[in-house]
């Protein structure tokens, strides 16, 4: 674990990007945090036509990465055994430690104007 924790808010406040959690990762990012939807990961996922994924496994929780209406679905993993265990496919599969591709990230993504879907998401919790 690279305590990425810091770099992950950071690149959830940059782009605006709601963000969900597994029950390893809550606390990661504080529960109140107004993009955090800790584990509503179904709600949010299936309104989203881009979802990045990082360090995590997919298993029964994110419905072993069927996204049916995703249109890209990114994954970060250390582990390159890792990308592309999902049912949905990859179109970016980028292998490396959590920390400093979230550190990247943040660097190449512009912020988003996400507040309508934000809102709505709230609406919906």
Known sequence: WSGGGA???????????PLVTRQAGRGVVP???PLCFGRD????????DVLLIVGTQSNYFFGYGLFPR???LIQVDIN????GRTR????????????TVLEQLRDAVPALNTA??????????
């Not at 309508?116 to 919790?125: E, F, M, N, T």
């Open 88 to 99: 949905t496919p990859v179109s970016v599969g980028i292998v490396g430690d959590a920390k």
């Open 7 to 17: 770099a992950l808010a950071a690149f959830v406040d940059h782009t605006g990007i």
């Open 31 to 33: 529960d109140d945090h």
């Open 70 to 72: 995703l249109e890209h």
């Open 41 to 48: 990961w179904s709600n949010v996922a299936h309104q989203a």
């Open 80 to 83: 390159p055994s890792e990308i």
């Open 116 to 125: 309508a879907w934000v809102a709505r998401l709230r609406k919906q919790a």
